[in-house]
Each structure stands twice: as structure tokens, then as C-alpha cells.
């Protein structure tokens, strides 16, 4: 760091996942001094008590992104670019998603390049990924070493950003950091339209006292629930790798990429069911509705539900230990505490 | 087609390359009636003797990239997408690289998209693409399953490129082909400055009576030609595969990606001058000095030299046969007919 404080733009940050970022690092003995610059295409909040400063910015605007490089806190030490339209969004507005999951994210690079030369600074870049840059056959077991061939809007533009960070970083113009995010549960607020979202329904809406539709399998009993497997996060744990991807040392990536699966762990539809029951009663799981729906189970069917994180690990990425079980616990008290 | 006119665009066709391919077109029977749109940075001539247009375009202008598909000709029904900031230029130029490599290839597809949209068309939109796109680790073999981890400037310009010409295709707005070079010998023209351009001038140079520097070993004797692999292909057959090209149904390709590695064959720097040698005369050999260049042999040692053809070959893509003799002798031929 330039300083004694720690300077950190965040763009995307009135998602749920950045609202928990921003708590995390003003709790991080690592962050010291944060200073805040916040920034969504809605009017961000400020957090109570931090030094912070919030823009309603479209970052698919040049003269709106250099706004947040030239703040009174200085040039950020550190970019979470969080910022995006989300799959189903880039998926039925296809060129919006290229212009915001491509495009700005180049902007957002050159922004970092250009104003982190000027000031001496290499900025750290740090980009959320996603498991949809994967598509077609995949192998049991996804490794570092694996292919992305995305077969969505979404996924090919996070896999486009990634080549850009990869080579921003390779020639020293910033220091990139790529995240690939297994499907984070339990994700708190209103269900969302996402595919995965029923991962986290399942378990949220039922703890919260309200029916969720299950669209894998007919019954509580049906194999269907079994036979799907998914890659998983919770909301805490990514939080802190995102967090960790600002405190590794660049040379300890591999040479020739920035791109890290981050640690997860496989359940099926199943244990996240199970796990609801343990943690909530079995009367809990009478709130689950089953509409089985070929596609949805095409879909989720498709993403990878397993990976060698071993390289993750040995950047001190950490995972979920004891699965599912510990999750639901924690957001049944974030339910009770009235947090989620 | 849309009419009995095959109408095809062509960008970067002041390349020699690029000329090949337009005589190889215009003499090819599964093209009928070829209408050619052809445009370059540089004013480009037209072929004599058949229906062209010529256009001075830069490729990076949206106004100039319309006026290729409203001419008098009408929309294209095959874009070749050839043009391109080389290598070295890309590495030396980063902005103008990315400029042309990635954005006006995306502002060709989306011209292709819009104007093939209005015209019921679905437009053949082929792309040259490069082994520059594999760096970091590789397997002995390359296979169409290998991860490509570009470590320059233009392999990830190129891999960015395919991606988008990938979900174009997925979503239907244009009918992709990315062909994926070997390196080309003998490359007709003065020695360029790529670090691969000695492969070609080692054979090329000695053929018109000039000499050549080979940047690997110090003596014709030295073991090092014999360490060192390419995976070649001749530029008749290279054009060859880029026609073919056009005429592959869409439905042969892979689901999932529209990429193919073109065949090729596997040479070490000494099977290129015992070549030369065998069709030269030893004499030819004295013209090449031996100036060992260690930069040089460890990029040429990071490229893949052998590659898993066969999904290429099914596609009906074809390599040389019988390695460089033929070539080496097809082209002291030319030499001979001043055509190189």
C-alpha cells in the first residue's frame, strides 16, 4: 500500500455479496485504514462510520469510471470489480451484457492501468468470476487444467474479462486477481430469477417461515434429489477469499494465469434438503413444494459439481468445512437476528 | 447461398496470405460465381478478370466497417475475417492491438449479424486464428480438449475473438469457423520480423540465392536442430483448409465451440534444411548462417509442436503429406516462375 490507509473501489457494491465485502474488510486487521469508494449503477448507502464515499455510476461511461479514480481518497490501492449483469440478464439482453460484463470491465482496467501509473501504485484487480465459463462435455472432476468453453452470454464474457485481467497483469499494467465463484448458499433476500436461486430457496424461504418450489424431483423421496450434484460456497466463506485475493502475493500465482477456482465443496439437492431438516425439523421440509422441471435439471445438471481446488488451497483460499449442516445454522440465526 | 452469386468479404486482403486465397476462390467450383469484397488498411488491387470491389477501410471505424456490406454487391454471404495487427506488432502496440484484434472483429460480427439479419442471411463469418493462443504448461500432444492460456499481447486478442465468434454462433447471428493456424512455411515475400519468420527465410532466402540467418545452433552440425519441433503446414494447403472452410455444414461442427486446430505436421529445424538440402543441392545450406539466438529458440521451443488432428480431419481439413520436401520443391518452383 501507498499509505497508511488502504483505499478500495468497489463497483457493484449494492449487491447483497458486496455489502458483506465491505463489512468484512472494515473488520480486516490486514485492510488497515479503509477508505471506501463505492459505486453501482443504483445510488449506493455508505456504511455507518467508515470513511466512504458512494456513486451512482454507469460504468460503461469512461468520463463516469475516471469520477472514481479521482476522488479526494486518492487512486485505489485495490479494485473488487463486482459489477455485472447477472446470467439471465446477459443472456436475454445480449448486448447489454457485453457491454457491461466486457466492455466496462476493459474500461475499469484501463482506469486502474492509467491513474495507478500515474501514481506509482500497481493496482490490485480483483474480479468475480463464474463456474458458467464452463460448457460442453466436462471431465468428473474439474481441475486448473481444464477448458472453458462457455455456451452463454454470461459465461463467455466473464471468460473474456479473465483473458483481459490475465493479460493486464502479465505485462504489469495491474495486478489481477481472478475469483471463479462456486453457487453461493445460502443467499439472503427475495428469491431471485436465477436458475440456481432454488439452492438457496429451498433452505432460506422454509427458515424464514415461507414455501419454496424444489424444481428437481416430484417428492421428498424422489432419487432425482440425489443424482444432482453442485458446487458450493457460503456467503461468509467467499467473503473471506475475496477478501484473501487482496493479501496474496502476486508471485505466488502461477506464471501464466490469475484465474483461481476458488474452494467449494459437492452436495446434492438432497443433503441441502437434509441439512434443512437437521438444522430446522423435518416440519420444515413440508414448505418445500416439488415441481420437477426438466429443464432446470438439464440446467444445473450441466454445471460442474466437483473440482481439484488443491491450487486454491495452497493460496490460503479456504472452504466450507462440515458442508452444508454449519450453513443453514448460521442463516437461521442471521433469519432469528433479523440479518437476512 | 442467397442467389447464384457467392458474394465474400475479406478483410486484411493485401496480405499474401489473403491473395492466395482470392485466386484459390475464384478457380474453386463449390463457389460459384465468386463476388468479391475486399478491404484492407492499405488500398488493396483487385484481382484482374473478376467481379471485385476494392475499399481502403479502417477497421476500426463502424462507418467504414458498413460501407463493406452495402455495396453494389450486396450483403456477403461469407466474411473471411483476416485482417489483424501481427504478433509483434501486437506486443509492441498494446492498444492498437486490442483495437483491432478484438474490438473490430466484434464490430464485424455485428455488422455480419445486423446486415445478414435484414438480408435472411446467415452469414459465414471465418476467422484465422493462432497457436498463439496456447502458452503456460502444454501437453506433449495438443488436443482439441487442451486449455489455451495465452501469454501475448495477440493469442489473447485472437482467443478473445474466438469466444465472441463462438456465441455469436450459439446464438444464431452468424455461422462462425475459427481455424487455428500451424505456422506456415514457406511464406512467399521479404524476411519479416515475427520470431517464426526464420522457418520460412531459412528455406525461402537460399532458394532466390541470398543468404539466411537460422537463430538456432551455432553449425549445421549442431544438435539443437534436431531438438527443436514445429507444427507446420504449406500455404497452398492452408488455403485449401480456409475454402474448406466455407463449405462444412454448420451441423458438423462441436456443439459447443466452433474451433478448430488446423492439421498440420511435425518438423524439427534440421528436417527443414535437410529439406532444402535434398531439393537445393547441400550448396543452398552454405547461404544459411548459423547465429544461435537463445531468446529466439525459447519461444520457438514454447510453441506446441504436435497436435491431435483427427477432429480436423474429419471436418475434412487437410495437412501435407510427405512434410517439407514437396513444399520446399512446390516452392523453388515459384521461385523459379517469379511468383515468390
Given at each position: 500500500?501507498?499509505?497508511d490507509?488502504?483505499?478500495?473501489?468497489i463497483?457493484?457494491?449494492?449487491?447483497?455479496?458486496?455489502?458483506?465485502?465491505?463489512?468484512?474488510?472494515?473488520?480486516?486487521?490486514?485492510?488497515?485504514?479503509?477508505?471506501?469508494i463505492?459505486?453501482?449503477?443504483?445510488?449506493?448507502?455508505?456504511?455507518v462510520?467508515?470513511?466512504?464515499i458512494?456513486?451512482?455510476?454507469?460504468?460503461?461511461?469512461?468520463?463516469?469510471?475516471?469520477?472514481?479514480?479521482?476522488?479526494?481518497?486518492?487512486?485505489?490501492?485495490?479494485v473488487?470489480?463486482?459489477?455485472g449483469?447477472?446470467?439471465?440478464?446477459?443472456?436475454?439482453?445480449?448486448?447489454?451484457?457485453?457491454?457491461?460484463?466486457?466492455?466496462?470491465?476493459?474500461?475499469?482496467?484501463?482506469?486502474?492501468?492509467?491513474?495507478?501509473?500515474?501514481?506509482?501504485?500497481?493496482?490490485?484487480?480483483i474480479?468475480?468470476?463464474?463456474?458458467a465459463?464452463y460448457?460442453?462435455?466436462?471431465?468428473?472432476?474439474?481441475?486448473?487444467?481444464?477448458?472453458?468453453?462457455?455456451?452463454?452470454?454470461?459465461?463467455?464474457?466473464?471468460?473474456?474479462s479473465?483473458?483481459?485481467?490475465n493479460?493486464?497483469?502479465?505485462?504489469?499494467?495491474?495486478?489481477?486477481?481472478v475469483?471463479?465463484?462456486?453457487?453461493?448458499?445460502?443467499?439472503?433476500?427475495?428469491?431471485?430469477?436465477?436458475?440456481?436461486?432454488?439452492?438457496?430457496?429451498?433452505?432460506?424461504?422454509?427458515?424464514?417461515?415461507?414455501?419454496?418450489?424444489c424444481?428437481?424431483?416430484?417428492?421428498?423421496?424422489?432419487?432425482?434429489?440425489?443424482?444432482?450434484?453442485?458446487?458450493?460456497?457460503?456467503?461468509?466463506?467467499?467473503?473471506s477469499?475475496?477478501?484473501?485475493?487482496?493479501?496474496?502475493?502476486?508471485?505466488?500465482?502461477?506464471?501464466?494465469?490469475?484465474?483461481?477456482?476458488?474452494?467449494?465443496?459437492?452436495?446434492?439437492?438432497?443433503?441441502?434438503?437434509?441439512?434443512?431438516?437437521?438444522?430446522?425439523?423435518?416440519?420444515?421440509?413440508?414448505?418445500?413444494?416439488?415441481?420437477?422441471?426438466?429443464?432446470?435439471?438439464?440446467?444445473?445438471?450441466?454445471?460442474?459439481?466437483?473440482?481439484?481446488?488443491?491450487?486454491?488451497?495452497?493460496?490460503?483460499?479456504?472452504?466450507?468445512?462440515?458442508?452444508?449442516?454449519?450453513?443453514?445454522?448460521?442463516?437461521?440465526?442471521?433469519?432469528?437476528?433479523?440479518?437476512?
Open positions: 500500500m501507498s499509505s490507509k488502504t483505499i478500495i473501489l463497483t457493484g457494491c449494492a449487491g447483497w455479496l458486496a455489502s458483506l465485502l465491505i463489512h468484512t474488510l472494515l473488520a480486516d486487521p490486514d485492510t488497515p485504514n479503509c477508505h471506501l463505492l459505486a453501482d449503477v443504483v445510488q449506493p448507502t455508505s456504511p462510520g467508515a470513511p466512504a458512494a456513486f451512482k455510476a454507469d460504468l460503461t461511461d469512461t468520463a463516469e469510471i475516471e469520477k472514481l479514480f479521482t476522488t479526494e481518497f486518492g487512486v485505489p490501492d485495490i473488487y470489480a463486482l459489477h449483469i447477472m446470467s439471465r440478464g446477459a443472456e436475454d439482453n445480449f448486448d447489454l451484457g457485453l457491454k457491461v460484463n466486457i466492455d466496462s470491465v476493459r474500461m475499469l482496467l484501463d482506469a486502474a492501468r492509467h491513474y495507478g501509473e500515474a501514481a506509482g501504485k500497481l493496482i490490485k484487480f474480479f468475480t468470476s463464474s463456474l465459463v460448457g460442453g462435455p466436462l471431465p468428473e472432476v474439474v481441475t486448473p487444467n481444464t477448458i472453458a468453453t462457455p455456451e452463454s452470454a454470461y459465461g463467455m464474457a466473464k471468460l473474456a479473465e483473458l483481459a485481467i493479460e493486464y497483469s502479465r505485462r504489469g499494467l495491474v495486478d489481477g486477481r475469483l471463479r465463484l462456486p453457487t453461493i448458499v445460502v443467499r439472503p433476500g427475495p428469491p431471485a430469477a436465477a436458475t440456481s436461486a432454488f439452492l438457496s430457496g429451498i433452505i432460506r424461504e422454509p427458515l424464514k417461515g415461507t414455501s419454496a418450489v424444481p428437481i424431483g416430484t417428492s421428498p423421496t424422489d432419487p432425482k434429489l440425489d443424482a444432482l450434484h453442485t458446487w458450493l460456497a457460503s456467503p461468509h466463506t467467499t467473503v477469499n475475496l477478501v484473501h485475493a487482496s493479501h496474496i502475493p502476486a508471485s505466488r500465482f502461477l506464471r501464466h494465469t490469475r484465474v483461481v477456482c476458488l474452494p467449494g465443496f459437492t452436495a446434492s439437492v438432497r443433503e441441502l434438503l437434509d441439512a434443512l431438516a437437521e438444522v430446522a425439523g423435518p416440519e420444515a421440509l413440508e414448505l418445500v413444494r416439488f415441481e420437477d422441471d426438466a429443464v432446470s435439471r438439464k440446467i444445473v445438471g450441466s454445471w460442474p459439481a466437483r473440482f481439484d481446488d488443491a491450487y486454491a488451497r495452497e493460496l490460503g483460499f479456504v472452504g466450507d468445512e462440515g458442508g452444508m449442516v454449519p450453513i443453514v445454522r448460521r442463516f437461521k440465526e442471521d433469519v432469528e437476528a433479523g440479518r437476512a
